[in-house]
């Protein structure tokens, strides 16, 4: 049953998030931003966990698009992304990646879609900037907005990316960074850098 893995995992977030208590910090006004100019959001693979809620509860509005491997696993976390109302474009940086760039490129410019991309994904190693979101920023001419969060108290699993579960009843702080140009001439530093650790 393909399909129980995407509905008990959304379940999932959802529940956890019910417990939970939510401070944004956001520096780029984008909460208040009703111009619909794209971005490209970038977040560690190890928050992805929460990012679909995140997304559905303060972004909703802003059709997004995220690049999502074409592996088993990509497989569920796309179809539970699609149940907060997230688009996929499926690829990564060892499989058809290029393509999924370019699907992402299209939909940017064309639609006016915001993107989402993990810059260690999906392989790491944990908090490297790939070229991926690189390739992205300067082929859309979109700027980077990094976005991440804190847990107070979270579990953390022993996989590459070090991935976080929050734990019932914590508080989690949003942090929505200033833009980051396209062009910047260090571009994957200032990703590393406004995204932290």
């Not at 997304?55 to 699609?82: H, W």
């Not at 990646?97 to 991309?117: E, F, H, M, S, Y």
């Not at 953390?156 to 910047?184: L, N």
Request: aromatic share 10%; net charge positive; with cysteine.
């Amino acid at each position: 049953m393909p399909w129980l893995g995407p509905v008990l995992a959304s379940w999932i977030i959802r529940a956890f998030a019910a417990t939970m208590t939510f401070k944004m910090h956001d520096e780029t006004g984008l909460l208040e931003d009703d111009s619909r100019n794209p971005f490209l959001f970038a977040f560690w693979h190890n928050r992805i966990l929460m990012m679909p809620y995140l997304y559905e509860r303060y972004f909703s509005k802003r059709p997004l698009v995220v690049m999502i491997s074409e592996s088993r696993d990509g497989e569920m976390i796309a179809n539970t992304a699609s149940r907060f109302g997230i688009e996929a474009a499926r690829g990564s940086s060892s499989g058809r990646g290029v393509k999924a760039l370019i699907q992402l490129t299209r939909d940017l410019i064309k639609a006016g879609k915001d993107a989402g991309v993990t810059p260690d994904g999906p392989r790491g190693p944990v908090y490297s900037v790939q070229e991926g979101i690189v390739h992205l920023a300067k082929s859309s001419g979109l700027p980077v907005i990094p976005i991440t969060y804190h847990l107070r108290s979270k579990w953390e699993m022993k996989s590459w990316d070090r991935f976080q579960i929050p734990k019932p009843f914590t508080h989690c702080d949003v942090y929505i960074k200033a833009g980051i140009p396209a062009d910047h001439p260090d571009i994957r530093e200032e990703i590393k850098k406004s995204l932290g650790t």
